[in-house]
């Protein structure tokens, strides 16, 4: 069975999403695009919600680097009730049971399946025991404001797999949701 394996940003203090998040990008180093294009490689699905299609879909279609060339060209899956077309290449448009869906994507063959950025999907795999890897590559600026990663009432445990750090500061930490 294929893993889910959810690719999230994080400041210091926990903050994925928000204004000051857009600081993220300046930290970014060789070293560190290489990893995120070699984890894109090594993946067939990108799984997304509505929030992050829309908002990656503004960015990555702009860019014309190696990581972005592999974005552009996987098949990605949006979750949303409420988005009414994708004009974003390779995309499919999933309304109704997430779980149920996922869980049919996990079943079938080929390479593992990218989840980016932490919202109402990623909170809702992760719920139901579907996320198998959690990579958070935390940014070495407090945010102050914006999405914390874990809403309150959230919890889950997590094993510590591995850690990486890269020449501008950012540390890329792995963890495997206990069952």
Known sequence: MRKII?????????????AATAGFAEYRDDAYMQDGLSQALACDILLMGRT?????????????????????AMPKYVF????????????????????????????QE???LLLYGHGLLAETLLKHH????????????????????FREGENTAL?????????????KITYEPRS
């Open 6 to 18: 959810e690719y999230t940003l994080v400041s210091v203090d926990g903050v994925f999403a928000g």
């Open 52 to 72: 992050t299609y829309e908002d990656f879909a503004k960015i990555w279609t702009r860019r014309t680097d190696p990581w972005a060339e592999r974005i552009n």
């Open 80 to 107: 949303s009730s409420t988005l009414e077309q994708a004009a974003w290449n390779n995309t499919t448009i999933v309304r109704g049971d997430v779980v149920a869906e996922v869980t049919r994507l996990k079943q």
């Open 110 to 112: 080929g390479r593992d």
């Open 130 to 149: 579907l996320v198998d890897v959690l990579d958070l590559s935390i940014y070495p600026f407090v945010a102050g404001q914006g999405r914390p990663f």
């Open 159 to 171: 094993r510590f797999v591995a850690a990486k750090s890269f020449s501008n500061g950012i540390v």
